[in-house]
């Protein structure tokens, strides 16, 4: 069955420092990989996605992750954190015949210090 | 584009009682989803619907019905409400882009008590 793993609960980074959040998915196939952000009270958001091609994507507000595939993991990276990217950062993968059924991992709160 | 609405956004339950959430989407897709979200345990997959008419059980159906009589909208309902359905719901909906994999948009979510 697939699975995705969230090793860090919650990190917390000073504002300005650098930002890696780590992922990791258990799936047969070759996988769709998601990074989604929730604010507080609010819904997901999608920051970046991969679904083939070059292993390093960029996404919405200066957030990048990278595909390994020999490490099974898609991890987020943003090299000068803002007071604003505050918030839930959940990873997924996209599994059936299409990817459009979802495992989401169980997420990794980010605090920022002043 | 509203993109996904959801209706209500808090909703207080006694046990036994009964409720359905709706979702609306403009965005002409295909498939909708339900989730709940509890802490620790990211969004688990409630039901989903690939199509007008057809819906299909995910990770965690037990205590839940769905409908989709028009593209447009996805109901979740509770028959009898248990305090273990205190969550948060969202939904989402999805189309299949030209690379061959769904790409999903979430509501606002709806924070569910039941007491």
């Known amino acids: 069955a697939q699975s995705v793993t969230q090793p860090d609960i919650h990190i917390t980074v000073s504002e300005g420092a650098s930002l890696e959040l780590r992922c990791n998915y258990s799936y047969g196939a070759t996988p769709y990989l998601f990074w989604y952000v929730q604010s507080p009270g609010q819904g997901l958001q999608l920051l970046l996605k991969?679904?083939?091609?070059?292993?390093l994507v960029q996404g919405i507000k200066g957030f990048e992750a990278e595909f390994k595939r020999s490490q099974s993991s898609f991890n987020l990276r943003k090299p000068s954190v803002h007071w604003s990217d505050a918030a839930e950062y959940f990873c997924a993968v996209g599994a059936g015949n299409y990817g459009q059924n979802f495992v989401f991992g169980p997420g990794t709160r980010l605090s920022v210090l002043p | 584009n509203a993109g996904v609405t959801q209706t209500p956004k808090f909703r207080v339950l006694k046990t036994g009682q009964s409720m359905t959430l709706l979702c609306a989407q403009d965005?002409?897709?295909?498939?909708m989803y339900w989730y709940r979200q509890d802490p620790g345990m990211g969004l688990r997959l409630i039901h989903y619907?690939?199509?007008?008419?057809?819906?299909a059980k995910g990770e965690v159906p037990d205590g839940y019905n769905v409908s989709r009589l028009k593209k447009q909208n996805f109901l979740l309902g509770l028959e009898s409400a248990a305090p273990s359905q205190t969550s948060v719901y969202f939904c989402?909906?999805?189309?299949?882009?030209?690379?061959?994999?769904?790409?999903?948009?979430f509501g606002p979510g709806t924070r569910l008590t039941v007491t």
């Open positions: 965005m002409n897709h295909e498939y």
């Open positions: 619907s690939v199509g007008e008419g057809t819906t």
């Open positions: 989402a909906s999805s189309y299949r882009t030209l690379a061959g994999a769904h790409e999903q948009y």
């Open positions: 991969y679904f083939s091609g070059d292993t």
